[in-house]
């Protein structure tokens, strides 16, 4: 299941630190079942795929930085966060879900703040055109199921 927004309120990136999610960008999550890839290889194969669908639908070239940023000439493009849910009952065998939240900003860039850790950028900018969001978000999606991600 994927679930998208045009604007957040509540984003969240790493560590809990607010992530702004104005107009313009691609924002989703992604919901797979069971178990998905082991804790450490997750974050890196979905920032890959992002990186590949954000190529697929743009022409750009993103850069991956630890493990879950995306850049473009220094700047954040993007942010991914992979969560593991345990189901009410479950017992740590498949019994939960697996939450691939990704933030892309591909028409608009968060204003800056003491909160940003890098500057921030936009597709756009770097493209010099407006961004498809919908094929944006099917290109990304798309690479992410490409990882053989069970689906719920």
Same mark, same amino acid.
């Given at each position: 299941?994927? !679930?998208?927004?045009?604007?957040?309120?509540?984003?969240?990136?790493?560590?809990?630190?607010?992530?702004?999610?104005?107009?313009?960008?691609?924002?989703?999550?992604? *919901?797979?079942?069971?178990?998905?890839?082991?804790?450490?290889?997750?974050?890196?194969? *979905? =920032?890959?795929?992002?990186?590949?669908g954000i190529r697929a639908a743009t022409g750009l070239e993103p850069e991956r930085v630890a493990p879950n940023d995306l850049?473009?000439?220094?700047?954040?493009? *993007?942010?991914?966060?992979?969560?593991?849910? =345990?189901? =009410?009952?479950?017992?740590?065998?498949?019994?939960?879900?697996?939450? !691939?939240?990704?933030?892309?900003?591909?028409?608009?860039?968060?204003? *800056?703040?003491?909160?940003?850790?890098?500057?921030?950028?936009?597709?756009? =900018?770097?493209?010099?055109?407006?961004?498809?969001?919908?094929?944006?978000?099917?290109?990304? !999606?798309?690479?992410?199921?490409?990882?053989?991600?069970?689906?719920?």
């Open positions: 299941m994927c !679930v998208s927004a045009s604007t957040q309120t509540g984003g969240r990136g790493q560590w809990g630190r607010a992530w702004l999610s104005p107009a313009g960008g691609c924002w989703f999550t992604l *919901a797979v079942s069971g178990s998905v890839g082991d804790g450490e290889g997750l974050p890196l194969a *979905a =920032a890959a795929a992002v990186g590949r850049l473009i000439g220094g700047a954040k493009v *993007a942010g991914l966060l992979c969560e593991r849910l =345990a189901l =009410a009952g479950g017992t740590g065998g498949g019994g939960g879900a697996t939450l !691939v939240g990704v933030g892309i900003n591909a028409n608009a860039v968060p204003a *800056a703040g003491a909160a940003l850790r890098r500057p921030a950028a936009s597709l756009a =900018a770097a493209a010099g055109k407006r961004i498809d969001l919908p094929r944006l978000r099917e290109a990304c !999606v798309a690479e992410l199921l490409s990882l053989r991600m069970p689906t719920p």
